[in-house]
Protein backbone atom coordinates (compact mmCIF):
# COMPACT_ATOMS: atom_id res chain seq x y z
CA UNK A 1 0.00 0.00 0.00
CA UNK A 2 1.26 3.42 -0.81
CA UNK A 3 1.27 5.92 2.05
CA UNK A 4 0.62 9.12 0.67
CA UNK A 5 2.13 11.77 3.46
CA UNK A 6 0.58 14.83 4.90
CA UNK A 7 2.13 17.91 5.08
CA UNK A 8 3.02 17.52 9.28
CA UNK A 9 4.81 14.26 8.12
CA UNK A 10 6.52 15.68 5.17
CA UNK A 11 8.15 18.46 7.10
CA UNK A 12 9.01 15.67 9.74
CA UNK A 13 10.72 13.96 6.98
CA UNK A 14 12.10 17.35 5.41
CA UNK A 15 13.98 17.88 8.74
CA UNK A 16 15.52 13.93 8.75
CA UNK A 17 16.58 14.78 5.19
CA UNK A 18 18.18 17.99 5.70
CA UNK A 19 19.76 16.70 8.63
CA UNK A 20 21.33 13.62 6.55
CA UNK A 21 22.61 16.10 3.64
CA UNK A 22 24.55 18.19 6.47
CA UNK A 23 25.96 14.76 7.51
CA UNK A 24 27.02 14.10 3.89
CA UNK A 25 28.81 17.58 4.05
CA UNK A 26 30.94 16.86 7.34
CA UNK A 27 31.89 13.16 6.48
CA UNK A 28 32.52 13.63 2.67
CA UNK A 29 35.62 15.65 3.14
CA UNK A 30 36.94 13.78 5.47
CA UNK A 31 37.55 10.31 3.85
CA UNK A 32 40.71 10.04 2.60
CA UNK A 33 43.40 7.19 1.81
CA UNK A 34 44.12 4.54 4.45
CA UNK A 35 40.79 5.09 6.25
CA UNK A 36 39.14 2.20 6.80
CA UNK A 37 35.12 1.83 5.66
CA UNK A 38 34.64 1.45 9.93
CA UNK A 39 36.46 4.55 10.34
CA UNK A 40 33.77 6.42 7.42
CA UNK A 41 31.08 4.43 9.41
CA UNK A 42 32.31 5.87 13.06
CA UNK A 43 31.87 9.26 11.71
CA UNK A 44 28.42 8.89 10.63
CA UNK A 45 27.40 7.52 13.99
CA UNK A 46 29.07 10.32 15.83
CA UNK A 47 26.92 12.86 13.68
CA UNK A 48 23.89 10.97 14.21
CA UNK A 49 24.34 11.09 17.40
CA UNK A 50 24.77 14.73 17.76
CA UNK A 51 21.62 15.60 16.66
CA UNK A 52 19.47 13.11 18.62
CA UNK A 53 18.72 10.16 15.86
CA UNK A 54 19.28 6.91 15.01
CA UNK A 55 20.68 5.27 12.31
CA UNK A 56 17.61 3.97 10.12
CA UNK A 57 19.75 1.00 8.95
CA UNK A 58 19.52 -0.43 12.37
CA UNK A 59 15.94 -1.13 12.25
CA UNK A 60 16.65 -3.49 9.18
CA UNK A 61 19.16 -5.13 11.56
CA UNK A 62 22.14 -3.92 9.49
CA UNK A 63 25.48 -4.15 11.07
CA UNK A 64 26.07 -0.47 10.24
CA UNK A 65 25.22 3.07 9.74
CA UNK A 66 26.14 3.34 6.47
CA UNK A 67 26.49 0.82 4.02
CA UNK A 68 30.14 1.52 2.69
CA UNK A 69 30.43 0.18 -0.51
CA UNK A 70 33.88 0.56 -2.56
CA UNK A 71 34.68 -0.40 -6.07
CA UNK A 72 32.57 -3.50 -7.63
CA UNK A 73 30.30 -3.30 -4.08
CA UNK A 74 27.26 -1.94 -5.55
CA UNK A 75 25.29 -2.15 -2.36
CA UNK A 76 25.25 -2.63 1.57
CA UNK A 77 28.44 -3.02 1.89
CA UNK A 78 29.72 -4.20 5.51
CA UNK A 79 31.65 -1.14 7.57
CA UNK A 80 35.00 -3.44 8.28
CA UNK A 81 38.09 -2.36 9.82
CA UNK A 82 39.98 -4.57 7.28
CA UNK A 83 38.65 -2.82 4.24
CA UNK A 84 40.71 -0.27 3.88
CA UNK A 85 40.64 2.84 1.35
CA UNK A 86 43.24 3.23 -1.63
CA UNK A 87 44.16 5.40 -4.24
CA UNK A 88 41.58 5.84 -7.22
CA UNK A 89 39.03 4.10 -5.47
CA UNK A 90 35.34 5.29 -5.10
CA UNK A 91 33.08 4.24 -2.06
CA UNK A 92 29.26 4.82 -2.31
CA UNK A 93 27.70 6.02 0.82
CA UNK A 94 24.10 4.71 1.15
CA UNK A 95 23.18 6.33 4.97
CA UNK A 96 19.60 6.80 6.50
CA UNK A 97 18.67 8.41 9.65
CA UNK A 98 15.64 8.42 11.88
CA UNK A 99 15.00 11.36 13.35
CA UNK A 100 11.88 11.62 15.57
CA UNK A 101 10.13 8.68 13.66
CA UNK A 102 10.91 10.24 10.03
CA UNK A 103 13.17 8.79 7.74
CA UNK A 104 15.45 10.08 5.38
CA UNK A 105 17.75 8.11 2.57
CA UNK A 106 19.95 9.34 0.81
CA UNK A 107 23.53 7.85 -1.11
CA UNK A 108 27.07 9.52 -2.47
CA UNK A 109 29.70 7.91 -4.07
CA UNK A 110 32.76 9.69 -3.63
CA UNK A 111 35.69 9.65 -5.51
CA UNK A 112 39.22 9.19 -3.47
CA UNK A 113 41.97 10.50 -5.43
CA UNK A 114 43.25 9.93 -8.78
CA UNK A 115 40.50 7.84 -10.25
CA UNK A 116 40.63 6.90 -13.54
CA UNK A 117 38.85 8.82 -16.19
CA UNK A 118 36.18 5.73 -17.19
CA UNK A 119 35.20 5.53 -13.36
CA UNK A 120 34.62 9.15 -13.18
CA UNK A 121 33.02 8.81 -16.62
CA UNK A 122 30.64 6.58 -14.41
CA UNK A 123 30.08 8.74 -11.83
CA UNK A 124 28.94 11.39 -13.71
CA UNK A 125 26.46 9.43 -15.91
CA UNK A 126 24.75 7.57 -13.00
CA UNK A 127 24.54 11.06 -11.33
CA UNK A 128 22.45 12.53 -14.77
CA UNK A 129 20.70 9.57 -14.60
CA UNK A 130 19.57 10.35 -11.42
CA UNK A 131 18.73 13.99 -11.97
CA UNK A 132 16.88 12.52 -15.09
CA UNK A 133 14.48 9.96 -12.65
CA UNK A 134 13.73 12.96 -10.34
CA UNK A 135 12.87 15.39 -13.27
CA UNK A 136 10.24 12.90 -14.72
CA UNK A 137 9.08 11.96 -10.99
CA UNK A 138 5.87 14.38 -11.40
CA UNK A 139 1.63 14.36 -10.94
CA UNK A 140 0.33 12.17 -13.37
CA UNK A 141 3.50 10.72 -14.65
CA UNK A 142 3.82 7.08 -13.66
CA UNK A 143 6.65 5.24 -11.77
CA UNK A 144 8.35 3.95 -15.14
CA UNK A 145 8.34 7.01 -16.46
CA UNK A 146 11.20 7.46 -13.82
CA UNK A 147 12.37 3.74 -14.33
CA UNK A 148 12.81 5.00 -18.30
CA UNK A 149 14.51 8.20 -17.96
CA UNK A 150 17.29 6.20 -15.67
CA UNK A 151 17.52 3.72 -18.21
CA UNK A 152 17.55 6.15 -21.62
CA UNK A 153 21.01 7.57 -20.27
CA UNK A 154 22.54 4.95 -18.21
CA UNK A 155 21.65 2.15 -20.21
CA UNK A 156 20.89 3.40 -23.89
CA UNK A 157 23.18 6.07 -24.45
CA UNK A 158 26.10 4.44 -22.65
CA UNK A 159 25.75 1.34 -22.53
CA UNK A 160 25.98 0.62 -18.68
CA UNK A 161 24.57 -2.37 -16.69
CA UNK A 162 21.52 -0.49 -14.90
CA UNK A 163 21.19 -2.97 -11.89
CA UNK A 164 17.53 -4.96 -11.97
CA UNK A 165 17.66 -7.08 -8.88
CA UNK A 166 17.45 -4.04 -6.85
CA UNK A 167 15.39 -0.42 -6.86
CA UNK A 168 14.65 2.55 -5.28
CA UNK A 169 11.15 2.95 -3.12
CA UNK A 170 8.75 4.89 -1.01
CA UNK A 171 10.46 6.16 2.73
CA UNK A 172 9.58 8.50 4.99
CA UNK A 173 7.66 6.81 8.26
CA UNK A 174 9.69 3.14 7.21
CA UNK A 175 12.86 2.78 5.71
CA UNK A 176 11.20 0.61 2.90
CA UNK A 177 7.70 1.82 1.48
CA UNK A 178 5.89 1.16 -1.33
CA UNK A 179 6.14 1.58 -4.41
CA UNK A 180 8.77 0.41 -5.55
CA UNK A 181 10.85 2.21 -8.08
CA UNK A 182 13.08 0.58 -10.55
CA UNK A 183 15.75 1.56 -12.43
CA UNK A 184 15.00 -0.11 -15.84
CA UNK A 185 11.91 -0.52 -17.67
CA UNK A 186 10.31 -3.67 -16.64
CA UNK A 187 6.74 -5.59 -16.12
CA UNK A 188 4.72 -5.49 -12.79
CA UNK A 189 2.67 -1.95 -10.96
CA UNK A 190 3.37 0.65 -12.19
CA UNK A 191 1.13 3.81 -10.53
CA UNK A 192 0.39 6.69 -11.46
CA UNK A 193 2.72 9.73 -9.81
CA UNK A 194 0.78 11.41 -6.73
CA UNK A 195 0.67 14.17 -4.61
CA UNK A 196 1.99 13.19 -0.87
CA UNK A 197 4.44 10.44 -2.32
CA UNK A 198 8.00 10.69 -0.70
CA UNK A 199 10.42 8.23 -2.71
CA UNK A 200 13.85 7.08 -2.66
CA UNK A 201 15.50 7.51 -6.53
CA UNK A 202 18.21 5.34 -6.67
CA UNK A 203 20.29 4.55 -9.83
CA UNK A 204 22.93 1.80 -9.18
CA UNK A 205 25.16 1.92 -12.48
CA UNK A 206 27.53 -0.39 -13.39
CA UNK A 207 30.12 -0.11 -16.00
CA UNK A 208 29.60 -3.70 -17.14
CA UNK A 209 27.31 -6.39 -16.73
CA UNK A 210 24.05 -5.24 -15.10
CA UNK A 211 24.06 -8.40 -12.99
CA UNK A 212 24.89 -8.91 -9.71
CA UNK A 213 25.40 -11.41 -6.80
CA UNK A 214 25.67 -11.74 -3.05
CA UNK A 215 28.44 -12.23 -1.13
CA UNK A 216 28.50 -14.88 2.02
CA UNK A 217 27.98 -11.88 4.52
CA UNK A 218 24.47 -11.87 3.38
CA UNK A 219 24.23 -8.16 3.07
CA UNK A 220 27.53 -6.87 0.30
CA UNK A 221 26.27 -7.18 -2.96
CA UNK A 222 29.01 -6.98 -5.78
CA UNK A 223 28.79 -6.66 -9.51
CA UNK A 224 28.90 -10.72 -11.75
CA UNK A 225 31.88 -9.56 -13.30
CA UNK A 226 33.84 -7.98 -10.69
CA UNK A 227 33.75 -4.53 -12.59
CA UNK A 228 32.98 -1.11 -10.86
CA UNK A 229 29.42 0.66 -9.71
CA UNK A 230 28.05 3.85 -8.77
CA UNK A 231 25.06 4.65 -6.91
CA UNK A 232 22.94 8.01 -6.45
CA UNK A 233 20.37 8.05 -4.63
CA UNK A 234 17.46 11.26 -3.12
CA UNK A 235 14.96 11.09 -1.37
CA UNK A 236 12.23 13.05 -2.94
CA UNK A 237 8.73 14.27 -1.83
CA UNK A 238 5.92 15.27 -4.63
CA UNK A 239 4.07 18.14 -4.34
CA UNK A 240 0.56 19.08 -6.73
CA UNK A 241 3.03 21.67 -8.85
CA UNK A 242 6.46 20.40 -8.01
CA UNK A 243 8.92 17.79 -6.71
CA UNK A 244 11.32 18.74 -3.79
CA UNK A 245 14.74 17.31 -3.40
CA UNK A 246 14.29 17.18 0.66
CA UNK A 247 18.28 15.73 0.54
CA UNK A 248 19.94 18.34 -1.77
CA UNK A 249 23.18 18.98 -0.85
CA UNK A 250 24.62 20.86 -4.40
CA UNK A 251 27.59 22.33 -2.57
CA UNK A 252 28.67 18.84 -1.96
CA UNK A 253 31.99 18.13 -3.82
CA UNK A 254 32.80 14.27 -3.96
Not at 15 to 40: N, W, Y
Not at 60 to 72: H, I, K, L, T, W
Not at 198 to 217: F, H, K, Q, R, Y
Amino acid sequence: MIRLKNEKEIEGIRKSCHALADLFREVVPQIEVGMSTKDIDDLCVKFIKKIGGTPAWYHEDFPGAACVSVNNEVIHGIPSKKRIIHNGDIVSLDIGIDLDGFISDSTHTVMVGDVRPEIRKLVQVTRESLAAGIAACVVGNRIRDISNAVYDIAGKQHGYGVVYDYCGHGVGLDVHEDPSVPNCPCGGANPRIQAGMVLAIEPMINIGTADVDTLDDGWTVVTCDGKWSCHEEHTVAVFPDHTEVLTACDDLVC
